[in-house]
């Protein structure tokens, strides 16, 4: 057996070439860009895992919705309603399963954040267009306000995201109070106005828990503040 040549300090090949020395604020920089992508890319992927809760609620709240309402709206308008919420989870759905493919990297999840506002956007249409289909004028203002604001607190406790919270909320919340005061649901500014206070307390209350109860950003040493 031939015995491998001993290298010591003065014949180890140098990590960088001779006369060159790496700056330390460099390191600093590429360091803190590292940990802002390593929280970011945490934060996203919890995110991710919570898109077949909303899914879920969207699916139990359009079902308790049709049985209340079953006999007193007729089926046709039913059955508009539930595909406008069906193509709204099944939009959800889709970019999940894209996103799933490669659930840790920081592109894709950025991808599906911005894809989630979209889509949320449009299921909170779809949910307020339901004040104009579904909601018999026999119901009073209170069932009203609990079919806009049930839905968002949902939305907003499986989220825990302020911003995708609100492209659902804003748009559900103003058209069922547009409802209110177009239809003969009996009610007029005051009873809208109570639906859209309802929905946006729950919306304050959302914010108000994710600044509180959230962790907050790990501690950065003061190196790592360079840029």
């Known amino acids: 057996m031939s015995a491998e040549p001993f290298e010591t300090p003065q014949t180890a090949l140098p990590a960088f070439p001779v006369g060159r020395t790496l700056d330390p604020r460099i390191r600093l920089a590429q360091l803190a860009r590292l940990h802002d992508e390593a929280q970011e890319t945490a934060m996203l992927a919890n995110l991710l895992g919570r898109a077949p809760q909303i899914m879920a609620s969207f699916a139990g709240c359009a079902a308790l919705t049709a049985a209340l309402t079953f006999g007193a709206v007729p089926l046709a308008q039913t059955a508009v309603w539930l595909l406008l919420v069906g193509a709204g989870i099944a939009a959800i759905w889709r970019i999940y399963?894209?996103?799933m493919a490669a659930p840790f990297e920081l592109a894709g999840l950025r991808s599906f954040a911005a894809d989630l506002c979209a889509v949320l956007f449009f299921a909170g249409?779809?949910?307020g267009a339901g004040a104009f289909l579904m909601l018999p004028a026999s119901w009073g203002?209170?069932?009203?306000a609990a079919f806009a604001?049930?839905?968002c607190a949902l939305v907003a406790g499986f989220l825990q995201s302020r911003v995708q919270m609100q492209y659902f909320v804003a748009p559900a919340a103003l058209l069922?109070?547009?409802a209110v005061l177009l239809r003969?649901?009996?009610g007029g500014l005051t009873e809208a106005g109570?639906?859209?206070a309802a929905c946006a307390a729950i919306g304050a209350l959302s914010i108000w828990m994710?600044?509180?109860f959230r962790p907050g950003p790990a501690v950065r040493p003061a190196g790592l503040a360079l840029r």
Not at 141 to 144: G, L
């Open 141 to 144: 203002t209170a069932a009203v």
């Open 210 to 212: 994710e600044r509180v």
């Open 97 to 99: 399963a894209l996103a």
């Open 184 to 186: 003969p649901l009996g």
């Open 176 to 178: 069922t109070a547009l």
């Open 194 to 196: 109570l639906v859209v």
């Open 149 to 151: 604001a049930g839905p």
């Open 125 to 127: 249409f779809a949910w």
